[in-house]
């Protein structure tokens, strides 16, 4: 947001102050208003248009209101379980998901996911608001997942993932004593034809860039830090196990769990643009706790 605008909630309703607008534009000064929204706030035009045929647009003096925050009921059932908020604003929502818990149900068994435990925070504090998520994790990767909480946030977050302007960064603990020398990992990903849920480097496959870290070394292992420039299924798992690293405890992918039980692979920080202000937002999550055991026994030089 411009440094010129402020912005306030009031109930379902946002107020703006959009300053001086310009009368002889082509329908007065709501017309203007409205191209004020689409140029200084990159407003989405279909929701523009929307809530202009709606009548939710409103301006009155120097106040343009806007109706973003309609109520909406989740299709999730509500789960209550604990959960961490990592960052929350009218806008956006970040939550940590630990490992084992999937984003959202996939129609394969019916046990809760962050979803339903996202709905019950809402549903706790009696707020109408049913956030959806913008991006994923592995069921068994651990890390920060961004809601939007509205359409405007929806569109706009959409959006900016499709252009690649939200930014994920990933530790892994790895097999091997990886080699400073390795910063990138430029492999096309595709189907394994031969299993269902696995994928591998295939000169058929989508075009898939993986950058490397190291952070750590331990006698058999490696702690890495990770950034995708693509984001393709098991994208990470795929490329450090085709590197000779495989994850710590991914099984999938030719890593042994004799020490952990599942991918030792978190979401460390996510950045994105916020999507009123555009400003650049960034969320760290703490690696779990069961980590620094692992990291221990790994600095003592413990087969993974």
């Known amino acids: 947001m411009s440094a010129r605008v402020s912005g306030t909630r009031r109930g379902e309703w946002y107020e703006l102050m ?29 929701l523009l248009r929307e809530l202009d045929a709606a009548g939710e647009i409103k301006l009155a003096g120097d106040r343009l209101r806007l109706r973003l925050f309609p109520p909406r009921t989740s299709q999730y059932a509500p789960v209550e379980r604990p959960v961490d908020l990592l960052y929350e604003d009218d806008f956006c929502l970040v939550v940590h998901k630990p490992a084992g818990l999937k984003v959202h149900p996939d129609g394969a068994g019916s046990p809760p996911t962050l979803a339903n435990l996202v709905a019950a925070v809402f549903a706790q504090r009696g707020e109408p608001v049913a956030p959806g998520h913008i991006h994923r994790l592995d069921e068994y990767t651990s890390g920060p997942v961004l809601y939007a909480k509205n359409a405007m946030a929806q569109l706009k977050l959409d959006a900016a ?16 004593q990886v080699s400073p020398a390795l910063r990138v990992i ?21 075009d898939a860039l993986t950058r490397v870290e190291l952070v750590e070394t331990y006698p058999k292992a490696s702690l890495v830090r990770l950034t995708l420039d693509t984001g393709r299924t098991h994208q990470i798992r795929v490329h450090l196990s085709h590197a000779g690293h495989p994850l710590v405890g991914d099984a999938l992918y030719g890593g042994s769990s004799r020490l952990f039980p599942h991918q030792a692979l978190h979401g460390e920080s996510l950045t994105f643009p916020h999507p009123l202000t555009g400003e650049l937002i960034r969320v760290d999550d703490p690696w779990p706790e069961e980590w620094n055991r692992l990291r221990e026994q790994l600095r003592q030089g413990k087969e993974s």
């Open 18 to 46: 959009p300053g001086k607008l310009n009368p002889s534009e082509p329908g007065g000064r709501y017309e203007a208003a409205l191209l004020w929204l689409t140029r200084e706030l990159g407003f989405p035009d279909k």
């Open 161 to 176: 993932m499709a252009r690649k302007e939200i930014g994920r960064v990933y530790t892994a603990l790895v097999e091997g």
């Open 186 to 206: 430029h492999e096309p990903i595709g189907r394994d034809r031969h299993h269902p849920s696995r994928r591998r480097v295939s000169p058929s496959g989508k």
